[in-house]
Nanobody, 115 residues
Framework: QVQLVESGGGLVQPGGSLRLSCAASGRLFGSNAMGWYRQAPGKRREWVATATNGGTINYADSVKGRFTISRDDAKNTVYLQMNSLKSEDTAVYYC?????????WGQGTQVTVSS
């Protein structure tokens, strides 16, 4: 069983930066993808970014050019560097991992962008 634990959320002013981390407690075997989703109040959960262990990276249009996803497979950790944050980036951010044996979610970390 894989458990995902996010960290790094908080309050930041518009234009600021935050770095989220997500550590997986177990190993993701075979081809897998780790990524981030977010859910703002009153809205559906939406995909933000994904990085596969094969090196493929994709971003939602709303964050392209501002967010950077990376992973350290030796540490079973995925990161999300968020720059030029906007008020509309305010949401609970969830880590996600997909492998041949299952789909896993973290508990979420709150990101609030406000002056």
């Amino acid at each position: 069983q894989v458990q995902l634990v996010e960290s790094g959320g908080g309050l930041v002013q518009p234009g600021g930066s935050l770095r989220l981390s997500c550590a997986a407690s177990g190993r993701l075997f075979g081809s897998n993808a780790m990524g981030w989703y977010r859910q703002a109040p009153g809205k559906r959960r939406e995909w933000v970014a994904t990085a596969t262990n094969g090196g493929t990276i994709n971003y939602a249009d709303s964050v392209k050019g501002r967010f950077t996803i990376s992973r350290d497979d030796a540490k079973n950790t995925v990161y999300l560097q968020m720059n030029s944050l906007k008020s509309e980036d305010t949401a609970v951010y969830y880590c996600n991992a997909v492998s041949v044996v299952g789909i896993y979610w973290g508990q979420g970390t709150q990101v609030t962008v406000s002056s």
